[in-house]
Structures are given as structure tokens and as C-alpha cells.
């Protein structure tokens, strides 16, 4: 059987990652793959047994990393046939041990089945360390934004919450840091080059950091808590009555106010973005603010909006770098001076 073999990228011509050519080969992989599938579900027979029915390069950044997914089927317990879709992580500096290490360990935490509360990872299959790839098992769900601005927003709102101080709860212990000048410091070299770039913003742009600095400086630092760090709407898929947190390479110890209050800054993006006002959803941000700060303290507002803040401070940088969101990046501008207190001239 022909297996669809789906490259819109063009990642197979990569030269920093030779190792694609076997990645995105199917009678390769239907031999690789053979180990990887969940314990128990492994065929019987012999490696032929397993079919790439199609295999597709979902996201490629050059030189850097690819996202393989790989539609499996094999024969199943029952003399049918059984399916399964993978995702492959490729990294072209090498395998990524401790993404996979996380992920692992968390979902024998609390992470994976049979976890009451509903809030998960997706369940991680195993290594190719020659391919530089760990493996995972898809999950077939939705952004969580698609979901909140619906009419289940609010009660998804509180899982979010309650997802995010999980994780600061049950997350195994991690082997790095972000601190505030740590996140102060990001802000600096992502909108050093669009001042750069942008002269007429470049005053703006450094009263904005100052500003910023400020109120880093008037937050009261928490205790250090395992955190996602990449915690917005796309890194948590809505499938059934599970919420499953995606994408933990950015793994580590923060503030108990991170996570949230960067989720909070995307909804307030999105919402300036989709809406064309910054507050339409302010109803649910308030939300996923009071239902966090009742799991995690009032303590935690303070540091919650301020992690807001500079997380829309951030966002000026990243819609120069999008095509479609560079018309809003003026905007942005606009929000953030008006969020920090400071009067644009």
C-alpha cells in the first residue's frame, strides 16, 4: 500500500537535518515505529505489521526542528484493524532527553490516566535517539480559545486555572529558572531590532522597556513553582473532557504568576486582534484571573496582571515578525503605553 508521504515545507531538502530523509521514509519508520506503540497495543507479528498509512510534516523551522505526524495502523487485538497517530519531535542539535524526560515524568504524576480531574499530557511513546526524535501519541482536540469565547468560556476558564496550579503543585522538579530579569531581559533583545527597524517607535519603545522595568521592580517575588512557560490558549487542547497541556519544552521554575498571567496577556491580544478591542473579553479574563487566585492566593494577583502586562509588552515584538499581525502592531504600541502609565508623545 502507497503511503502519503505530505512535505509542504520542504524539510526533507534541510541540510542541517539529514536525518529526515529517514524520518519521512515509511518502510523505515513502519520498522522504527514498531516498539513505540502503547504498551500492550504492540502487534504480535513481525515489523511489517505496522503501516504508515500517511505521514505528514505538520511544523519545520530550518535548522532547527521538525514536527512529524505518522497515521499508524496495525492489526488489533481483536484480528481487525487498529489506529494510532504519532507525533515525532526532531531536533537538528540532537535529541531533546529533557523535554521527553518531563513529559514522562509527568504523566506518571498525575498527568496521564487515571487522573480524576481531567488535566493532563499527552502520553509519550518512547526515543529514536540515532533520529534525534521522541514520540507522542496525537491528541485530537481543540484550542482552548476556540472553546473560551464560546458558551462554555467561563467553566473552561476555571479548568485553565485549576490546570496551571496543577502544574505548579504535582510538576516534577525542573533544572532551570526564569526569573523576572530573566523575562525583562527577553523583552529587551526581542524589541531592541524593532526599534531598530522602526525608528520613529524607537522612543516609545525604550520608555515602554523602562516602564516595564518598573514594574518588574514593584512585584513582590513568590516562591519558585514548576511552570509550563509557553502557558497560552494553543498550548491547551480541549478533547472530550480532558484539557491536556502541549508543547513543556520551555519547562522550569517561575513565579506562581507567570503562567497565568501570560495566558491572560494572549486573551487580551487575541481579543485587541479579533475584536478590535482589547477589552471585549475582559469578562473572561477577570475570570481566569479570580478562579487562579482562589487555588493559588490573592497573593497572586499582583504578579498575575503584571506578567499580563509585559506579556502584551512582548506581543509588539512578535507581530512585527508575522505577516498578518504587523497591522496591529501600532496598536499594541498604543495598549501597552496605556497599560504601564505612560503617555505616548
Not at 513565579?255 to 471585549?280: C, K, Y
Not at 473579553?281 to 498575575?304: I, M, P, S, W
Amino acid at each position: 500500500m502507497t503511503t502519503l508521504v505530505n512535505d509542504p515545507t520542504g524539510a526533507l531538502g534541510d541540510p542541517a537535518m539529514p536525518m529526515l530523509r529517514l524520518a519521512l521514509h515509511p518502510e523505515y519508520m513502519a520498522r522504527r515505529l514498531q516498539n513505540c506503540l502503547p504498551l500492550g497495543r504492540q502487534p504480535a507479528t513481525g515489523d511489517e505489521s505496522i503501516q504508515p498509512r500517511a505521514i505528514h510534516v505538520r511544523r519545520h523551522k530550518p535548522g532547527r526542528r521538525c514536527l512529524i505526524e505518522y497515521e499508524l495502523a496495525y492489526p488489533g487485538p481483536s484480528g481487525g484493524e487498529a489506529r494510532l497517530t504519532l507525533l515525532g519531535k526532531v531536533r537538528a542539535k540532537g535529541l531533546d532527553h529533557r523535554s521527553h524526560a518531563v513529559q514522562s515524568a509527568l504523566w506518571r504524576n498525575g498527568f496521564g490516566p487515571p487522573s480524576e480531574d481531567r488535566i493532563g499530557v499527552p502520553e509519550p511513546l518512547g526515543i529514536l535517539p540515532d533520529l534525534a526524535m521522541w514520540l507522542q501519541r496525537k491528541v485530537a482536540g481543540t484550542s482552548a480559545m476556540e472553546r473560551l469565547t464560546g458558551p462554555a468560556g467561563p467553566a473552561l476558564a476555571a479548568r485553565i486555572a485549576a490546570a496551571a496550579h496543577k502544574l505548579q503543585r504535582r510538576g516534577v522538579p525542573a533544572n532551570r529558572r526564569h526569573t523576572l530579569a530573566d523575562e525583562l531581559l527577553v523583552l529587551r533583545r526581542q524589541l531592541g531590532p524593532v526599534a531598530e527597524t522602526h525608528p520613529a517607535w524607537a522612543v516609545r519603545i525604550q520608555r515602554v522597556l523602562a516602564a516595564s522595568e518598573r514594574l518588574g521592580a514593584a512585584i513582590a517575588p513568590g516562591p519558585f513553582v514548576p511552570s509550563h512557560r509557553d502557558f497560552y490558549p494553543d498550548n491547551l487542547l480541549v478533547a472530550g473532557e480532558w484539557l491536556y497541556l502541549i508543547d513543556l519544552d520551555l519547562y522550569c521554575e517561575a513565579d506562581p504568576g507567570l503562567d497565568m498571567g501570560n495566558f491572560i496577556g494572549h486573551v487580551t491580544e487575541f481579543s485587541l486582534r479579533t475584536r478590535q478591542n482589547p477589552e471585549a473579553l475582559a469578562d473572561l479574563e477577570q475570570a481566569l484571573e479570580e478562579a487562579f487566585a482562589r487555588l493559588a492566593g490573592a497573593a497572586t494577583r499582583a504578579a498575575v496582571r503584571a506578567y499580563a502586562t509585559l506579556t502584551l509588552v512582548r506581543h509588539i515584538a512578535i507581530s512585527t515578525r508575522i505577516p498578518e499581525r504587523r497591522a496591529w502592531t501600532p496598536a499594541l504600541l498604543d495598549l501597552c503605553e496605556q497599560r504601564l502609565r505612560i503617555a505616548a508623545r
